[in-house]
């Protein structure tokens, strides 16, 4: 029996291909992906620009032909004991036909990062479902955007809720990023620092990412939430997730758009900048958004999308900021995570964030719609 799977041989260039159903090694699973998300790090790859980690020891380069999709949702539809008994994160049995999501990185477990690092996996010699593994070589199938996916046994791997649709659980991933406003909480030792209940929070790019970080500061007690966005229709989504003002980047200037943070904020700017936007050209707006002493984080740009201007001393000394850049989530933040999504569904519209479902074939189509700014989270359903 063959597996289909939509495979990127090159930037731009989609086919679907049959691969061998394969056999599992000791501790491994097969999963039936039900949804896969488009994440912007596949729109990079689509677009060529495939280096992440870039100067650092864990850089890497896509390996073409790939199946993409790493924020995944579906079904165990094979599993070998050694998994049913050890594979799940929180210790909990396996078996046939439960609904999983998964960490798509793989650690070594002994480099410094993974011993001196809890929780969020920055090891040295990562590999990534969707983004490390060429198609080419077997199992083939480590990417969502197939019929079944091939689970490693070092991977780790969440039980969903009970109570959490695949429409829902395939935000798991994503969710699990906005650990990062836990982490600006950890700064908070002085009033002025860190972020702390009743703060300004500017959120400059309101794509799905960006959303869940305005549902997040929203649940943690933000004050005025600002949204940026260049489409209305995100806009408009955001303010449902918590957002009090939101700015449409396409209507107004970067001048324009610091004088009214300025204005909502009696001079002083906000406490908060979290950059969600995968180009570095707001990065400086965001910046002079801040008050003095506020803390900006960036998320946005996981591949290196080019170099920007700015100067040191307004920017950063002058400012006293506190500028923190994450490139990855925890693995300990799935179940947090997967426990907000439940709890807060009758607050949130999470039903709503897939805007959009594409079959294997059409993938092309998928990738094309999360660009256009009339989409929110655009999944491929290997179902359909």
Not at 90 to 119: A, F, N, Q, W
Request: charged letters at 20%; proline letters at 5%; glycine letters at 8%.
């Amino acid at each position: 029996m063959d597996v289909r799977a939509a495979v990127l041989s090159a930037p731009g260039k989609y086919e679907v291909q049959d691969f061998p159903y394969p056999e599992l090694q000791d501790g491994a699973l097969l999963m039936q992906i039900e949804m896969s998300g488009v994440c912007g790090t596949d729109k990079h790859t689509y677009l060529g620009e495939t280096r992440q980690y870039a100067g650092t020891p864990a850089e890497t380069d896509t390996p073409f032909p790939i199946i993409q999709g790493h924020e995944n949702v579906g079904l165990i539809s094979e599993i070998t004991p050694t998994a049913a008994e050890s594979l799940e994160f929180y210790g909990r049995p396996l078996k046939v036909g439960d609904r999983i999501t998964m960490c798509p990185d793989i650690v070594c477990g002994s480099c410094y990062e993974c011993t001196h690092v809890m929780g969020y996996v920055w090891c040295e010699n990562s590999d990534c479902y969707g983004n490390s593994y060429s198609s080419a070589d077997p199992p083939h199938l480590m990417g969502g955007w197939a019929e079944q996916m091939y689970i490693r046994p070092d991977t780790f791997v969440y039980k969903v809720p009970s109570g959490l649709s695949p429409r829902v659980a395939v935000l798991a991933e994503l969710m699990a990023c906005t650990a990062s406003l836990d982490k600006l909480k950890e700064f908070s030792s002085y009033a002025i620092e860190g972020f702390n209940s009743g703060d300004t929070v500017v959120v400059i790019g309101s794509g799905p990412l960006g959303l869940l970080h305005i549902v997040k500061a929203d649940m943690m007690g933000a004050g005025r939430i600002i949204a940026t966005d260049l489409s209305e229709h995100r806009l408009s989504f955001a303010k449902r997730c918590g957002a009090n003002v939101t700015l449409n980047v396409s209507q107004s200037s970067a001048e324009e758009r610091i004088h009214q943070v300025m204005e909502m904020t009696r001079g002083r700017g906000a406490d908060v900048v979290l950059h969600m936007a995968n180009t570095p050209a707001s990065f400086v707006e965001g910046i002079e958004m801040l008050k003095r002493g506020g803390m900006m984080l960036e998320m946005g740009n996981f591949a290196d999308t080019g170099d920007i201007n700015m100067n040191i001393h307004r920017h950063i000394c002058s400012k006293n900021i506190r500028l923190i850049g994450l490139t990855n989530h925890p693995s300990t933040g799935y179940g947090p995570a997967m426990d907000l999504l439940e709890r807060y569904a009758d607050r949130y519209p999470f039903d709503d964030f897939v805007s959009h479902e594409y079959a294997l074939a059409d993938v092309d189509e998928a990738m094309r719609m999360s660009m256009d700014t009339e989409s929110l989270k655009v999944v491929i359903n290997p179902n359909l």
